[in-house]
């Protein structure tokens, strides 16, 4: 490679100036590259260990089913109730983002005008960025004030957390069908609609599927939407989305600012358990998108 | 200048079909005689049989102020196969789309005059334009199966969105194939993904899924440009043995094919049918200068 | 050459009359088209309603304390008086703070995957640094308090403070919270969002302007200087101001290590809060209305600076990548 040619011929070195200097900036520069990659996969990689080895110790089936008292001392109970809630409040949230989402990609991509398009990605871009915990302020003041927590303004809060994600990879992975592929459709007698439903949208769906997926992952880990939402929750198994849900995210969050290093304990174990299922998910999300992206790229 | 193409046959014995021959080219190789009919094909859609006729009154294409297609009055007749050749960018795909009403799927893109199928104006005001693709099939130039769908889908994709019964759809798929010269080879792999076959495979694929409706006109645009010579010669082949079964009209900008699989040929120029003939006419002797000097190569 | 027409095949008028179509084909494409425009619209509302609704939360703070809120330090929930600025100065140092580093090595790491990288492991260790994004951030907080508060604590601040203590900036107290482990932590979650968006910009840098510099004789750290890093420095740019907006909003790893103590001063190693962290700490039971309307005044100061730090970015970006694409 460049940096390792050493210029022999005297012609070569009396035209190469500082030559050495410059290489030695290069050589810097690779280093530096080099460093900042290991750092950043470094930290990943010391965090999943320590709640690896954290978490795993704290690990039962009994940690797994008992519930969740933030309030109670020592080790006892685990997150049973939090798993189950976190089931339900991500659940709801996905059928709620999920279907908009997709539609949204449809109208963008099927029937918008440019300048429509534009406002529409405008709009979901900014709603990306708001941060959670705004979006747990405005579902407080919408669904909660006045009246009590719930489960299920919990899943609203999730569901808009998730809704610009699976909107925005919806449109990219419809966007990338081929026009020919539409044509194909349309000449064989399908009236528009059919050939968006029949044929565009199942052309694209694996990569709408990693979408709703990485938006799954996204949801299971928020906190702070649930914060004013649905955090105050009974020791109990609760399913009822009428009333508060405990979630995996919050209890972390309870029990880490709890004084009790057993409740630290059990912390880490639900970290664990948690990072699992996000990784697990988002892993699962980027095969099948490679996967999808080489399939379309076959047909063009 | 109006042409009707019965008024001077090219007398073809369906049982000895020779092709007419191509014009004395140094590098064109001797035009084979056609094979027989093969009994695939000829089992394969026993039912259709080529009736209708396809005739262009004063068609204009804009696309936006480009004015692509300038007034063409064109034929064509059951029973034969109808060329159009020209340079590119002289309108002959545009005005094709004009037929089964694609070229208005393009933003900005209109039309003006008529198409008439038999008696009936495809271009009029009551008529259903998804209606009108499925009497007028096309075949597309780069072949264009469906990605995601299995052989069988793809071939029943057509007859699906015209809500044939399921019992119906297994034997139309079956004919569909044999009609295409397709089925001895795909017959033990239906379900394998469409995109597992090879170029020329695929488009005769296309074909098959645009007969499976069985459609009254069959275009087709250029539908050996993206394939090799082989695959390209059973494509050729393919055409002669349907045309009984299906009004067809080929673009190409290949000469060599116009006089291998053509028995009427229009030549375009700048969006205008500067003539149209006999195929053999339009290579030995034709009418038009332009003409004389596009076959013999002077430019395109 | 006969066609026989055994069966008179019925007129084109007949098929086109469309009895191939039903009910539901026909108004197929109305039903899609209303159906879509409806959920284009709900996400437009939903936009427009969350800003409605966190600007009335936060009326009664706003007609209580006006704009002077913003510059007043008072946070006492017991005599009424509410005030954001220590907050918005939390906010401000821990967010530059985190920018101030995490700029560089993303950079940095988007030049390794670019350009230096192995080809092969170009793909898997991208993933890797993405999947940092995709850590809870409660995850993290947790892991902020538990391990890397007490290092700092236990093996880096007493070094820094050894060697580097006649500096103010390190010479005073630090503890097991504060203001710089928030700041390393907010690090390690923009570090991935701003590294892949700077990625996708330096893959718009025409290759022939870099093979032109190349070919001069230049190194490759040179053509990266002069061709790669001068081309996408508006959107690199626009990255930072994303990764920006992406540490002013976090609320909960934040909250988790930075001591909760809102105060103006130039130590970082010192506790601290920020408007996130703050609103988050405060779930447990604002008493007031008026505290909770406070809150909600915060919620709005973060809306407003994201609704700036997504619009800027956003055309720092697209400007870069309709260069590329007219240039292309």
């Known amino acids: 490679m460049e940096s390792t040619r050493k210029p022999e011929h005297p012609l070569l070195a009396a035209r190469s100036g500082n030559l050495r200097r410059r290489r030695a900036a290069?050589?810097?520069?690779?280093?530096?590259?080099?460093?900042?990659?290991?750092?950043?996969?470094?930290?990943?990689?010391?965090?999943?260990?320590?709640?690896?080895?954290?978490?795993?110790?704290?690990?039962?089936?009994?940690?797994?089913?008992?519930?969740?008292?933030?309030?109670?001392?020592?080790?006892?109970?685990?997150?049973?109730?939090?798993?189950?809630?976190?089931?339900?409040?991500?659940?709801?949230?996905?059928?709620?983002?999920?279907?908009?989402?997709?539609?949204?990609?449809?109208?963008?991509?099927?029937?918008?005008?440019?300048?429509?398009?534009?406002?529409?990605?405008?709009?979901?871009?900014?709603?990306?960025?708001?941060?959670?915990?705004?979006?747990?302020?405005?579902?407080?003041g919408l669904l909660v004030a006045g009246h009590q927590q719930s489960g299920f303004a919990g899943s609203v809060a999730l569901a808009v957390v998730m809704l610009p994600l699976v909107a925005r990879s919806c449109q990219e992975v419809l966007a990338l069908v081929p026009e020919t592929t539409k044509e194909a459709g349309l000449a064989l007698g399908a009236s528009r609609w059919r050939t968006t439903v029949s044929v565009v949208v199942p052309t694209a769906l694996s990569g709408m599927i990693t979408g709703a997926l990485l938006a799954v992952a996204r949801a299971l880990g928020e906190t702070a939407p649930l914060l004013f939402v649905s955090s105050?929750?009974?020791?109990?198994?609760?399913?009822?989305?009428?009333?508060?849900?405990?979630?995996?995210?919050?209890?972390?969050?309870?029990?880490?600012?709890?004084?009790?290093?057993?409740?630290?304990?059990?912390?880490?174990?639900?970290a664990l358990v948690l990072i699992a299922v996000v990784l697990l998910i988002s892993i699962v999300a980027r095969i099948l998108s490679a996967r999808m992206r080489r399939r379309l790229g076959a047909a063009r | 200048m109006n042409y009707n193409p019965t008024d001077?046959?090219?007398?073809?014995?369906?049982?000895?079909?020779?092709?007419?021959?191509?014009?004395?080219?140094?590098?064109?190789?001797?035009?084979?005689?056609?094979?027989?009919?093969?009994?695939?094909?000829a089992s394969g859609l026993e039912e259709m049989h080529a009736t209708r006729h396809v005739r262009l009154d004063e068609l204009h294409a804009y696309y936006g102020d480009n004015h692509a297609v300038r007034g063409v009055n064109l034929s064509f007749e059951p029973g034969r196969v109808t060329a159009i050749i020209g340079p590119s960018g002289?309108?002959?795909?545009?005005?094709?789309?004009?037929?089964?009403?694609?070229?208005?799927?393009?933003?900005?893109?209109?039309?003006?005059?008529?198409?008439?199928?038999?008696?009936?104006?495809?271009?009029?005001?009551?008529?259903?334009?998804?209606?009108?693709?499925?009497?007028?099939?096309?075949?597309?130039?780069?072949?264009?199966?469906?990605?995601?769908?299995?052989?069988?889908?793809?071939?029943?994709?057509?007859?699906?969105?015209?809500?044939?019964?399921?019992?119906?759809?297994?034997?139309?798929?079956?004919?569909?194939?044999?009609?295409?010269?397709?089925?001895?080879?795909?017959?033990?792999?239906?379900?394998?993904?469409?995109?597992?076959?090879?170029?020329?495979?695929?488009?005769?694929?296309?074909?098959?899924?645009?007969?499976?409706?069985?459609?009254?006109?069959?275009?087709?645009?250029?539908?050996?440009?993206?394939?090799?010579?082989?695959?390209?010669?059973?494509?050729?082949?393919?055409?002669?043995?349907?045309?009984?079964k299906v009004t067809i009209a080929v673009v190409t900008h290949n000469m060599q094919q116009a006089g291998r699989v053509a028995d009427t040929t229009a030549f375009m120029l700048d969006g205008e049918v500067v003539e149209v003939g006999p195929t053999e006419k339009m290579f030995t002797n034709p009418d038009d200068q332009r003409t004389e000097q596009y076959v013999t190569g002077k430019f395109g | 050459m006969t066609t026989e027409t055994t069966t008179a095949t019925p007129p084109v008028s007949a098929l086109l009359a469309g009895k191939g179509r039903g009910i539901v084909d026909r108004f197929g494409d109305r039903a899609l088209?209303?159906?879509?425009?409806?959920?284009?619209?709900?996400?437009?509302?939903?936009?427009?309603?969350?800003?409605?609704?966190?600007?009335?939360?936060?009326?009664?703070?706003?007609?209580?304390?006006?704009?002077?809120?913003?510059?007043?330090?008072?946070?006492?929930?017991?005599?009424?008086?509410?005030?954001?600025?220590?907050?918005?100065?939390?906010?401000?140092?821990?967010?530059?703070?985190?920018?101030?580093?995490?700029?560089?090595?993303?950079?940095?790491?988007?030049?390794?995957?670019?350009?230096?990288?192995?080809r092969s492991s170009r793909t898997a260790i991208g993933t890797l640094v993405e999947l940092l994004a995709g850590i809870p951030s409660v995850i993290l907080g947790l892991w902020g308090i538990i391990i890397l508060g007490p290092f700092l604590n236990d093996h880096f601040e007493p070094i820094l403070h050894a060697v580097l203590g006649w500096i103010p900036l390190f010479g005073g107290q630090y503890g097991l919270v504060g203001m710089f482990p928030a700041i390393l932590i907010l690090t390690i979650m923009t570090v991935p969002i701003v590294s892949s968006l700077t990625r996708e910009i330096f893959a718009t840098v025409p290759p022939t302007d870099k093979e032109g510099a190349l070919a001069l004789g230049a190194t490759r750290w040179e053509m990266i200087k002069t061709v790669v890093l001068p081309y996408s420095r508006p959107g690199i740019v626009g990255a930072v101001i994303l990764g920006l907006g992406r540490a002013v909003?976090?609320?909960?790893?934040?909250?988790?290590?930075?001591?909760?103590?809102?105060?103006?001063?130039?130590?970082?190693?010192?506790?601290?809060?920020?408007?996130?962290?703050?609103?988050?700490?405060?779930?447990?039971?604002?008493?007031?209305?008026?505290?909770?309307?406070?809150?909600?005044?915060?919620?709005?100061?973060?809306?407003?600076?994201?609704?700036?730090?997504?619009?800027?970015?956003?055309?720092?970006?697209?400007?870069?990548?309709?260069?590329?694409?007219?240039?292309?």
Not at chain 1, 34 to 59: C, D, N
Request: net charge negative.
């Open chain 1, 26 to 140: 290069n050589r810097g520069m690779e280093i530096s590259a080099w460093v900042a990659a290991v750092l950043a996969v470094g930290v990943l990689a010391l965090v999943i260990a320590s709640v690896a080895v954290k978490g795993i110790g704290s690990i039962s089936l009994d940690f797994l089913t008992k519930n969740a008292d933030p309030n109670a001392l020592g080790s006892t109970g685990g997150i049973g109730n939090a798993l189950v809630g976190t089931g339900i409040l991500v659940g709801l949230a996905t059928l709620m983002a999920v279907p908009v989402g997709i539609l949204v990609a449809i109208y963008t991509n099927e029937f918008a005008s440019a300048r429509s398009r534009n406002t529409i990605r405008y709009f979901l871009d900014l709603l990306n960025g708001v941060p959670t915990i705004v979006t747990g302020i405005f579902i407080f």
């Open chain 1, 232 to 270: 105050i929750f009974a020791p109990t198994l609760a399913s009822d989305p009428s009333q508060p849900l405990p979630s995996v995210p919050v209890v972390i969050f309870q029990f880490s600012e709890s004084p009790e290093p057993a409740k630290h304990d059990q912390a880490w174990a639900a």
């Open chain 2, 8 to 41: 001077d046959l090219t007398v073809v014995d369906p049982e000895e079909k020779t092709m007419p021959r191509s014009p004395g080219h140094a590098e064109s190789s001797a035009p084979t005689p056609a094979p027989p009919v093969t009994s695939e094909v």
């Open chain 2, 90 to 244: 002289c309108g002959k795909s545009t005005m094709v789309r004009c037929v089964n009403r694609m070229h208005e799927e393009i933003p900005g893109a209109r039309s003006a005059g008529r198409v008439l199928l038999d008696d009936v104006d495809l271009h009029g005001a009551n008529v259903d334009v998804v209606t009108v693709r499925r009497l007028v099939g096309m075949v597309f130039q780069k072949p264009n199966p469906f990605p995601t769908m299995s052989i069988f889908d793809n071939v029943a994709s057509g007859l699906k969105f015209t809500g044939t019964p399921r019992g119906e759809i297994t034997d139309r798929v079956h004919f569909a194939l044999e009609g295409a010269g397709l089925w001895s080879e795909v017959e033990g792999r239906l379900s394998s993904t469409g995109m597992s076959l090879s170029g020329g495979q695929q488009q005769r694929l296309c074909i098959a899924r645009a007969l499976a409706v069985e459609p009254d006109v069959l275009l087709m645009d250029e539908p050996c440009s993206a394939l090799d010579p082989v695959a390209t010669l059973k494509i050729e082949q393919l055409i002669g043995q349907l045309k009984e």
């Open chain 3, 33 to 118: 088209y209303v159906l879509t425009l409806a959920a284009a619209l709900l996400s437009v509302a939903i936009v427009l309603g969350l800003a409605y609704k966190i600007v009335d939360e936060a009326s009664s703070a706003f007609s209580t304390f006006g704009f002077g809120f913003l510059t007043s330090s008072d946070f006492d929930p017991v005599k009424g008086n509410f005030g954001a600025a220590d907050f918005i100065y939390g906010t401000v140092v821990s967010s530059f703070g985190a920018l101030l580093l995490a700029t560089p090595i993303s950079i940095a790491i988007a030049l390794f995957l670019t350009e230096l990288a192995p």
């Open chain 3, 249 to 328: 909003g976090e609320a909960i790893a934040v909250t988790q290590v930075i001591g909760n103590t809102a105060a103006i001063h130039s130590n970082i190693f010192l506790p601290a809060d920020t408007l996130a962290s703050k609103i988050a700490n405060s779930y447990q039971g604002a008493a007031t209305d008026l505290q909770i309307s406070s809150l909600a005044y915060f919620a709005v100061i973060l809306f407003v600076l994201s609704l700036i730090f997504n619009s800027v970015a956003r055309l720092l970006v697209r400007s870069v990548e309709s260069r590329s694409r007219s240039s292309g």
